[in-house]
C-alpha cells in the first residue's frame, strides 16, 4: 500500500480510516467504513476481537468436530507425492515437506490425524485422546499462541482428511466456519513459514482476521444471493492476497496462480471470476486484482 492511500473497509473496500479500536490495541489492524459493515461480520469476529485478536484466538472445537476427529483421527491416509506432478510440487511455498506438516499433503506411507497432532504436541502414542482432543475442547488454560496453533492444525488436519479421503466437498460453505478458516490459515502459515516471533504471529493473526471476514461473506452471500454484491468478496480476497504478497513476495505469475488456487477453488464467487495480474502496489512480484 502506497503512503497515498488510504486503508480501506475489510468488507466492502472503500476508503475508510475507521477502525475496530479493539483490534487496534492487540496490534491489528481491521477497518470498517461503517457500523453496519463491522456488524455484518461480528457474529465470529466478536470471538477473535480486542485481547483475542493477536495471537488469533479461535473458539474451542465444538462436540461436533470433537467426534468427527475422534471417528477419523486413526484412520490411515496413505498417499504418496509422486501422484502429485512435478509443476504443481515445483511450486509449493519453500517445499513440499512444509506444506506435509500442516496436512495438505501427507508424506509417503501411513499417517494419521492422530499421529500428526501427537508429534506436534510432543506427547506419547494415545496422548491425542487423553490429553490433546480434551484440551482443545476446553482450551481456557492453554497459551495462546499454542491455542491458534493446537485448533488450527487438528481442524485443518479433519478437513484435510474429510475432503481427501472420505470424499467430503472441498468448499467453504460446509462445517463450522472456524473449521474453514483454519483448513486456509493453515495454508496461510505455510506460506508464511514460520511464526516464531511475535511480528510473524501478528502477521499471521492479520491473514487470519481477513480470512474469517472472507469466508463470512462468501457464507452469507451463499445463505441469499441478493444480501450482498458479488464485489465484496472480491474486495476481500483481493486484501486476502495482498497480505501474502506483503510477507512473501509472489515471483511468478505462476506462484500467484497456486496459491490463490487454494482460496479460489473453494468459494463460488472467487471460482466464477477471472482476475488480471498487476504489479503489487508499493511493493515487488505480482497480485491480483478483479475487474469491477
Known sequence: MSTQELPKCCVCGQPTTKRCQACAKSGID????????????WKHHKQVCGPNA????????TDEEACAL??????????????????????????????????AIAAKGS???????????????????????????????????????????ARSFLLQHLE??????????VHTIWAQVA????????????????????????????LLILVTLARIKHADDSAIPDAWI?????????LHADIKPFESIQALHYMTNHYRSRTATLADRSYIAVPKPGGRGPTLRYPD
Open 164 to 173: 481427501g479421503f472420505v470424499g467430503g466437498t472441498g468448499d467453504v460453505y
Open 70 to 103: 475422534l471417528t477419523h483421527a486413526r484412520e490411515a491416509r496413505t498417499v504418496s507425492l509422486d501422484a502429485f506432478p512435478p509443476s504443481l510440487l515445483s511450486a509449493l511455498p519453500r517445499h513440499g515437506a512444509a506444506m506435509q506438516q500442516l496436512g
Open 30 to 41: 481491521l477497518f470498517f467504513c461503517s457500523p453496519e459493515h463491522q456488524k455484518l461480520v
Open 183 to 210: 483448513r486456509l490459515g493453515a495454508f496461510a502459515g505455510g506460506w508464511l513459514g514460520t511464526a516464531d516471533n511475535d511480528a510473524e504471529m501478528r502477521l499471521l493473526s492479520q491473514i487470519n482476521h481477513h
Open 111 to 153: 499417517v494419521t490425524i492422530a499421529d500428526l497432532m501427537e508429534n506436534y504436541a510432543g506427547g506419547p502414542p494415545g496422548s491425542f485422546e487423553t490429553r490433546i482432543l480434551p484440551n482443545l475442547r476446553n482450551p481456557v488454560d492453554i497459551p495462546r499462541r499454542s491455542r491458534y496453533t493446537g485448533l488450527t492444525k
Open 54 to 61: 493477536d495471537p488469533f484466538c479461535p473458539r474451542a472445537l
Open 234 to 242: 472480491l474486495r476481500s480476497f483481493e486484501h486476502v492476497v495482498d
